[in-house]
């Protein structure tokens, strides 16, 4: 009896599957993206995982603009079925509109090798103090280029030059960080940051600045770890790490939050930076970033080889504003305006510091 | 002991509630198979499906088997695919289930699992002719020619004068730049199949 009735249930069970397999293939066929993307808990409840089912929720959440969410239906569809041209057509374009691009361009044959996008930088930067620099200017020229569908480089070189009553500041640097695409969403960025200081009368030195970072996409979440070091001209070795979480609330690149958690550690001391922003995104051509960090640390860590002049006068807090304008496929436009609170330690003054910086970017 | 008229009334509730459930005499394996194949024929496989589920018996190869071909046919591929797995743990060494599964599985995409399945078969019979030819196509598809390649050659060996392996061998030649042997190969189609066109389609580019 009881026999009898649990091979109802399993009957009706099958039934259900079959109904669902073909509604999601019929809705799927009319186009009704609608339908289908709200069909999606009742197939996932009913332990539907198969390539069909994940390719054509995905194709539902990518015609609505859904990318995240589009994403996870067709890599779950690409594990059932890698060879998929059809799937392809979609999973590249997703990881580019997620900002995957080295994921992308390890799917895609047809990716281009070789230069990927350059970019020129000018500014100034000025304090309110003035036993130090009152006034500098900077450039930084760019280039990105990958040697492999998994591995990409950028080489960022800046100059900076300023005055002050004592002499000039001069400092030449070169920056080289790589990105190798390990896969499932795991990427490694070692850097490495030379820098020459001359600060005449009172010092001319090199040093450097070494690291690397560990960067996971997961869903909606973009997590990155990281650590360097540097001997900061002589003064003995320091370390830093670094936390930075970014999430993505809407599937469309509408707004994306984002926390970073910092701490120096020298001779045993730790201090603790946090920053947190936002980015918008007015339009596909248009968005702004705006970011916020407090915890008087020093702050050498730089993800794009920006400036590190006056690294070790600890930032108290400060705010920054970047702005893009994208006017063509090849050309984007961006301003941005960074306001510090920082400490200078041999004199242990505050001072305030303001850069304004503009700049082109060029895809290759 | 005092539990089972408790058991007998809840089930019987159950089966008021639920339509598929009646209070039926008891019916043997031979019975159920019979009433299935009756059910197929007519394509009412959920009652196929329904009969066979009364006899169910989780460590009947048959059974499992029977399920596997019945949920495909009624479009429930995930159901069809757990009953092939689970007729083929029973029986480890069976092609049958192994190229049973494939079905539910090229149904719904699932091209790895098919290509793990044909796989297996090759690993237990290495001139499985079934086998060998469609995983062939699959490889062509995919442009991995070479791969294809080896597996065809299998089966032209076994069967030279078979149309499907042959036009498709001739193909692979051609793709991986072999012009002398794919020749060959298409004016051997046109042997089996005078004035086919994919044969002539093939010798014109070779021209």
Known sequence: MVCLVCSSIWVQAQESTALLERTSRALFEAQNWEALVAMQPTLEANGMSYFAVHYRLGVAFFEQQEYYRALAEFQKAYRFDPASEALLRYLIPCYQFTEQFQAAATLDENAPHGLGWAYLENGYRFTDFSDSIQRMGYVQVALHHTVHPRLGFLHAYTGLLGGAWWGDYRQHQYFLKGAWYVGKGWTVHPFVHLIHLRAQPFVQTTYYLAGGALQKHWQRWEWQASVSQTDLGNRGPRYQWSLRADYHPWSSQKAKPFAELRQLAHRRQGQWQWRTGIRIQFSEAMRLQLAYFQGNAQNFHQENGYLVNNAIDPVARGGQVLFEVRTSKRFTFFGLVNANRQQEAFFNTNYNSVTLGWGLQLQL | ?207
Do not use: C
């Not at chain 2, 159920?32 to 009364?54: D, H, M, P, R, T």
């Not at chain 2, 007729?87 to 289930?97: C, H, K, Q, R, T």
């Open chain 2, 1 to 207: 002991m005092k539990l089972k008229p408790i058991v007998l009334l809840f089930s019987f509730l159950l089966s008021l509630v639920l339509p598929g459930a009646s209070l039926e005499e008891s019916m043997d394996q031979p019975t159920a198979f019979q009433q299935s194949y009756a059910f197929e024929n007519q394509g009412q496989y959920s009652k196929g499906i329904s009969v066979l589920l009364k006899v169910y018996s989780a460590d009947s190869y048959e059974i499992n088997l029977r399920l596997a071909w019945l949920s495909y046919l009624n479009g429930a591929y995930t159901e069809s695919m757990s009953y092939y797995q689970k007729a083929g743990v029973l029986m480890p060494y069976s092609l049958e289930a192994r190229l049973g599964y494939v079905l539910p599985a090229a149904a719904v995409g699932n091209w790895e699992q098919v290509v793990a399945k044909y796989r297996e078969v090759l690993q237990i019979d290495p001139k499985h002719k079934i086998a060998n030819y469609r995983l062939a196509s699959i490889y062509y598809n995919r442009e991995e020619y070479a791969a294809s390649f080896k597996l065809l050659k299998t089966v032209v060996n076994l069967y030279p004068f078979e149309y499907d392996s042959l036009v498709l061998f001739a193909w692979t030649h051609l793709k991986m730049g072999k012009t002398r042997e794919a020749k060959v190969l298409f004016q051997k189609v046109l042997l089996v199949s005078p004035q086919d066109q994919s044969a002539l389609e093939g010798l014109a580019l070779l021209q």
